[in-house]
Every structure is written in C-alpha cells, then in structure tokens.
C-alpha cells in the first residue's frame, strides 16, 4: 500500500472515529448538560456567597467616597452656594456610577455562571422534550399503521383470523396410532407486546390458589375500569404496577381514554378468557400462570 493510500486509511479513521464520538455526544447531550446545569448552580452559590463577603469592602469605600464629597460639598457652599450645589449633585451621581459598577464586577462571575447554568438546564430539558415528542410521534405512527392493517383483514377475512393472526394461532392435529384425526386444537405462539404473564415470579400478587388469582385479576379489571370512567384516562403502567408487574417504556404512554377521538372500546380488559382452555387450566390448578392481554386504545396523547 503507498504512504497516499495509508494516508488516506488513517484520515478516513480519524474522521469516523471523530464523527462516532460527536454522535455519542449527542446522544448524551440531555445527560451532559442536566450535569453542567447542577454543578453550575452549586458553582453559583460559592461565587456568590464569596462576592457578598467582599461587598462590605465596596459598601465602606463608597461610604468613605460620600462623605468625603459632603465634607468637600459644604466647604465649597461657603463661597459660591449655586456653583457648589451643581457640582454636589454631579460628582454624586458619578459616585454612584462607580458604585454600580464595582457591585456589578463584585457579581459578574456568578450572575454569568447562573446564567449559563439555566441555559444547560433549558437546553437539556428542550432537548428531551423534542426526542419525546419525536418518539411519541413515530410509535402513534406505527400504532394506527398497525390498527389500520388489523382492521382490512378484519374486513376481508372476519375477525377470527385476525386474532389467530395477532396472536400467532396456529391449528394442531391430535392423530390416532392408526392416522385418523381425532381432534384440532388451536394454540397460541405469540401475544401482542403489551401481555404480561401473571405467574409466581413474575409479580408479588401472584397466589398458590387459583380461585383467589381469579377473583383478584376481576377485581382489579373492575377498580381499572372505575378509575377510567372516573379520570376519563388510564396508563398501561398504572395497570402493570397495580398487578405487580415492573413498568415499561411502551406502558409510559399507551393506555386507554374514554370516549377518545378515535372509538376503542371505552373498557379496560385483561384478557383472562381470550383462551378458555388456557384459563380452564389455569383455574383448575394444571398450569401455574396465565397470560394477560390488555386491550389498550393507543397512545395515550395522540388521543386526546
């Protein structure tokens, strides 16, 4: 390779590797500035506290200024009172200039620091804003796109296929030893990103006894729905921590809102007999779990 060609390897490098950490930069930006913005502040306080300290200096030389200037001011009224009283009013408007602006030096590092420590702040705040927005934005964008598509193959195919689509319905033969078919079952092999398995470790309100996980899932499917007919809007989260479950990203702005802009079902639904097998053995103690499925409208402020 010529030393053109090796010049020209290491540049493109070099400059990769620049534009990789500007964009990490960018990344953290929030983060970065929010840092700036606080420690600023604490910087603030320190200039602060040290330049009020030296403002009694300040606050004693132009003391000693003013009555220097009424001493001089009543020895020049013994000759010429008019003269005297101009040249009074004059000087002291000077020494209070002079004032101002020694105070102003006094601060001007603090009051800078301050300034810029709200900028960071501002700046870092605006910054999420707009990602939030953005984010906001694209998944209500993929929600109806999703929605839409559900709803043309409910149209041409009915809504039995549509769920067996969403879900991952698959049919299963159940053969005799002599090949004859005895049965068909349908299975589940996916769930939309919202279920949640309501099993022993994966939330703490989980019970041995699946008369009490019953009752207890119909309770709270019941307290959820009074709280959007109340409030008139539900996260998912609200749902999940209410169940035991952790938080997600997805939960943060996707929910229900009653009576939206765009239909729903006004009605929060957990899902519990979207299977009936599932749930017969599962009430029946022969599985451990159940799933959860929540019905959720959309997101949540695209549809208010």
């Not at 996916?190 to 939330?203: C, H, Q, V």
Request: aromatic letters at 10%; glycine letters at 8%.
């Amino acid at each position: 390779m010529s030393i053109g060609n090796k010049l020209a390897v290491v540049k493109n490098a070099a400059t990769s590797k620049a534009g990789l950490t500007l964009l990490r930069t960018q990344k953290h930006s929030p983060s970065i500035l929010f840092v700036a913005g606080v420690v600023g502040f604490g910087a603030t306080v320190v200039l602060a506290s040290r330049a009020t300290l030296k403002l009694n200096e300040i606050l004693e030389e132009n003391e000693k200024r003013q009555f220097a200037l009424d001493d001089e001011h009543q020895i020049d009224r013994l000759t010429d009172v008019d003269a005297a009283d101009k040249k009074y009013k004059k000087e002291s408007a000077a020494l209070k200039i002079v004032f101002v602006k020694d105070v102003a030096r006094l601060y001007a590092p603090c009051v800078a620091t301050g300034v810029l420590s709200v900028g960071a702040l501002t700046g870092s705040h605006v910054i999420l804003n707009r990602r939030y927005a953005s984010a906001v934005a694209a998944y209500a964008t993929l929600d109806r796109s999703f929605k839409e598509y559900r709803g043309r193959v409910t149209e041409l195919y009915g809504a039995e296929v549509d769920k067996k689509l969403v879900n991952g319905v698959a049919s299963r033969e159940i053969i005799n030893e002599d090949g004859t078919i005895v049965s068909t079952i349908d299975e589940s092999r996916g769930r939309s990103p919202y279920s949640k398995l309501f099993a022993k470790d994966t939330t703490y309100e989980w019970s041995p006894q699946p008369d009490y996980n019953l009752h207890y899932l119909r309770a709270k499917q019941q307290w959820a729905n009074d709280q959007l007919n109340a409030k008139g809007v539900v996260f998912l989260n609200d749902v999940y921590k209410d169940l035991g479950f952790e938080p997600t990203s997805a939960g943060q702005i996707v929910g229900w809102v009653k009576n939206n802009k765009r239909g729903g079902d006004n009605f929060i639904d957990f899902g519990i007999f979207d299977n009936p097998d599932r749930f017969n053995d599962f009430m029946a103690g022969r599985e451990g779990a159940i799933w959860l499925d929540f019905n959720v409208d959309g997101v949540v402020y695209d549809l208010i």
